[in-house]
């Protein structure tokens, strides 16, 4: 079963339903002399349109739209293959009648010798299951297939953004100097909300020149809130220094809702600048002013960010308790922003559970109400957030579709904030498939990015990005940054990369003295991923040191890890140093496995890289 179509086809599907596709074409030609069933669940009409072409593509294949009960008389030439739509019948009784005649006929399809593809909804290929499940038992192939060609509707809309701008200018010459400063705060929260940064900073600094000159606290200490808000996503230090004094002018006022929000917005710089300690101080702050005043939106705000805390800790439990509490005050009040962001964070939390199937339910859920409000930042950070997923399940295609409508978005847009982790996303992309030149430009355009705008969290961010693309593009770089950077080597990522460092250069003894460190730190802190590629250096410098024994032991501890969490990636990573061992110590049985187990996922992903790193094992060895 080969078809013309099938790279066409394969952009519609996750990994997990291409290796469906590989069991459909397995099973269709193992039975291509006899008879053959196969049931088909299509998610919606798009993707049904592509199977019916997709299959039709297969030599003498006939398809027939399901007209009445008694389609299979319709069959006579038992030589070809039948295509049989019943995607859109509706009915539930009627489903019950098809499934019942399918179900009472079933001995007609191999006494007949007879091939079929039925194509059903999930609805239908539900009830199949549970109504002729003898049916579904004997059938060569069941399964769905999920849509999941992405497209993009979304502009950025101005219009209210012109209408305020245009109201202002409408202004008559002796309109209160209060009234324009509101209006012109306004317009720039409007544009901040649609990411029209030049704008936003235009009518921020006008507000604050003339609120300086009307020295009206109230107003000055919006606009410092503003300008907070601004550099939040360019200038964390700018944007500290208008918060701080934001927060000033609200104490001094007594105000209250200012403080929380103050409270809240410092608390994120503190997130970015890696001083947990200090972000949670203000968010308790804001909690207890939350509750004293009653101020329950501003409360849940406050919740989804001590949920960013207990993240950052890796106590998912406790940042699963806050969410939850911020989804029920996001639903008693009705406020579609605020459950924008928790559901975000949701896809944050199971995404760090390594459960992406859930991950992405949230964000795209998140996607939509983004998308509802208008709410430009949301949506570039949500975006920024599936393409990630995508990346780690593999889905490469569906990842840099969003990547793209990212840098459309933003190609009017100042936001380096969203910009720095998409070069860096998109040079682990290229890297993935070898295409090292464009990897290292994209890799560099963060780096740039990252230490223009003095962003300190993104900063580190991107460098150990940077060290892990220049680790496979270019050594020298490779090596000239650890050089560099060694005032680093306490952090647990850096001493990992020095292990690499060390493996690199062939001091296999230094290299497990360093990624040891990063294994302990990653432990203490739950750091699972890294725990797992920390294993598994180490047991790469003990096969290099012919220690087998300690190689598998540690190599064994890595496999449970993985095996546990399910990630594609640390999977193949297992395996392949599986492969690598069971090939030194001369066990062919098991080296045959493991490069099995790695080459399945590979070629079902298109992950060059991988690929050309089991190429490197097998060519090593054999020399």
Known sequence: METNKQTNIETYLNYEDKLKLN????????????????????????????????????????????????????ITDFDKTYIIDIFTLEDKSTIKDIVQYFRFNRDFIPENNIKLFILASFKTLDIFSELAYDFVTFCGFYGKFNDNNISFDYEVNEDKLNKLISEYKDFKPNTSKKIQINKMIDISKEAHYISSKVIELKYLQLALKKALKQKDDYLLGRIYNALGNYYYYSDFKISFLNYTSALKIAKKLNATDSQIKTLNNIGLISIENLDIDEAEQNFKMAKKLCEDSNNKKELGSTYINLSRIYIEKIDLDNALIMLNKALDVSINLDDKKLLTVTLSNFGSIYSSKYNYKKALTYYEKSLALSRELNDTNSILDTMYNLASIYNKIFNFIISYKYINEILTITNTLNNPHILISVYSLIAKIKLISLDFSEANDNILKSINLANQYDMEYQKYDTLFKSLEIYRYTNIDIFKQMIDSHKELNTHQIFLYEMGNYYFIKKDYKLSIKYSDKALNIFQEIKGLEYEILCLLSISNSYIALKNYNEAKLKLDLASTKAEEIQDMSLLVEVYLVYYDYYLYINDSDNSSKYYNKANYIIKNSNHKLFAKRLDDIKNKVSI
Do not use: V
């Open 23 to 74: 069991n459909l074409h397995t099973s269709y030609n193992i039975k291509k002399n006899s008879s053959y069933l196969s049931l088909i669940g299509i998610e919606n009409k798009n993707i049904l349109n592509i199977f019916k072409s997709y299959l039709l593509d297969i030599e003498n294949t006939i398809y027939l739209d399901y007209p009445a009960i008694g389609i299979l008389d319709e």
